[in-house]
């Protein structure tokens, strides 16, 4: 198996989000429905077992600690599988070293299907999620950004029979939720404040000239409300402020995104000659 930071292509220091970056990356450069290539599947398989591992810190330093044997199948204390089902979707989770094994109490999940994995970040099918689909109805849904961020039901109507659906938390354009007898596709509109990339969400905020050099609080929109930012002085237009498990929640996960504030400084248009001689006054004594 190769190395999983040589298959991503990213040094063992990568931060979280150089990682992400460099999987969606090789994700597409080598997804089977854009390369043709006839290594392709197998390569795209390799990277998306990189990502499962050096996403997570707890594989990844088990990973750094005993190399790819951890994660192979087959050897000693090797994973033994299972799966569930919960509502229309189908979760698998593998469990790495039997008894005795140095790896019996650390629960490594598992190898997802690659390919539905890409189909949840990047939005569209592969070809043997299409050869699993082809006699599936796939019908589509579009929903407010709050109903995705925060899940709800909707009643449709399918083959003329009225159906209630559950729509999990999280969900963004390109989503496939696969249910009993067909596949939803789902498109989310876009929010007048916030952008989406992910389970990020980005916002700007305007703050006066003064706040930003003597600094102070601002309010700040989140999904939950507003809360209240202290401003250092001499913030720069352009900073950003992470809140940390302020963004979107991820798709039946207790996992969330995070809040991006982009701090923008307004100029006013317009001065009165009072407030042109204080600012002025102001550049002479910076």
């Given amino acids: 198996m190769k190395d999983f930071y040589e298959t991503l292509g990213v040094s063992k220091n990568a931060t ?8 969606r990356k090789q994700a597409l450069k080598w997804h089977p429905d854009r390369n043709k290539s006839t290594e392709a599947e197998e390569r795209f398989k390799e990277v998306n077992k990189a990502y499962e591992v050096l996403s997570d810190p707890k594989k990844k330093e088990m ?22 089902n919960q509502g229309p979707f189908t979760y698998t989770y593998s469990n790495f070293g ?12 598992g190898f997802s299907d690659p390919f539905e994995i890409f189909e949840q970040f990047f939005g569209f099918g592969s070809r043997s999620s299409r050869g699993r689909s082809q006699r599936r109805q796939v019908y589509e849904i579009t929903l407010d950004f709050d109903e995705a961020v ?10 003329g029979e009225s159906k209630k659906i559950k729509i999990p938390a999280g969900v963004d354009s390109g989503n496939r939720i696969r249910f009993s ?50 401003v250092r002085p001499g913030t720069q237009s352009g900073s950003i402020v992470r809140l ?10 207790t996992r969330r995104g995070d809040l991006y504030v982009v701090y923008k400084i307004k100029v006013p248009e317009r001065v009165t000659s009072a407030a042109k001689k204080l600012l002025e006054e102001l550049e002479d004594e910076l």
């Avoid at 039997?98 to 999940?109: K, R, Y």
């Avoid at 498990?245 to 991820?250: D, F, L, V």
């Fill in 63 to 84: 990973y750094d600690q005993y190399g790819t044997d951890a994660f192979q199948k087959g050897t000693p204390g090797g994973p033994q599988g299972y799966a569930y």
């Fill in 150 to 159: 925060r899940g709800v039901e909707k009643h449709v109507v399918i083959k």
């Fill in 98 to 109: 039997g008894e005795g094994s140095p790896f019996e109490n650390v629960d490594f999940g």
């Fill in 244 to 253: 940390r498990g302020e963004g979107i929640p991820y798709p039946s996960s």
């Fill in 181 to 230: 007898d067909f596949d939803l596709l789902v498109n989310v509109k876009p929010h007048s404040s916030f952008r989406r990339e992910g389970q990020d969400i980005y916002i700007e905020k305007e703050m006066s000239y003064p706040t930003a050099v003597m600094g102070g609080v601002i309010e700040v929109s989140t999904l939950k409300g507003t809360v209240q930012l202290r």
């Fill in 16 to 23: 979280t989000n150089e990682i992400k970056a460099a999987y």
